[in-house]
Nanobody, 124 residues
Framework: QVQLVESGGGLVQAGGSLRLSCAAS????????VGWFRQAPGKEREFVAT????????YYRDSVKGRFTISRDNAKNTVYLQMNSLKSEDTAIYYC?????????????????WGQGTQVTVSS
């Protein structure tokens, strides 16, 4: 099993940047795929980005391509989400999720391990 803790959220003006971190504890984190999801008030949880266990493969939702970058440091058991050029529509609670075998990498229900989330608020 793995436990996940997100950090790095906060309040930022539109056009600004934030870097979220997802710190994992537990064995064999380097074998887990990790995804970032977000949920805005009154909306469904949606996929943001995902990274393979090695970091060699990444995938993003269209609306964040070119602005967000997902990366990982397996030596530190941490996955990052660098968010640049933030927009008001990026405001949400951001969650990281992980699992070893994920068939549909942009589907939340495919991930069994979740953090508690970190709030990101972008003011316009």
């Amino acid at each position: 099993q793995v436990q996940l803790v997100e950090s790095g959220g906060g309040l930022v003006q539109a056009g600004g940047s934030l870097r979220l971190s997802c710190a994992a504890s537990g064995r064999s984190f380097s074998t887990y795929r990790v995804g970032w999801f977000r949920q805005a008030p009154g909306k469904e949880r949606e996929f943001v980005a995902t990274i393979s266990w090695s970091g060699g493969s990444t995938y993003y939702r269209d609306s964040v391509k070119g602005r967000f970058t997902i990366s990982r440091d397996n030596a530190k058991n941490t996955v990052y989400l660098q968010m640049n050029s933030l927009k008001s529509e990026d405001t949400a609670i951001y969650y990281c999720a992980a699992d070893v075998t994920v068939w549909q990498i942009d589907v939340a229900s495919q991930y069994n391990y979740w953090g508690q989330g970190t709030q990101v608020t972008v003011s316009s």
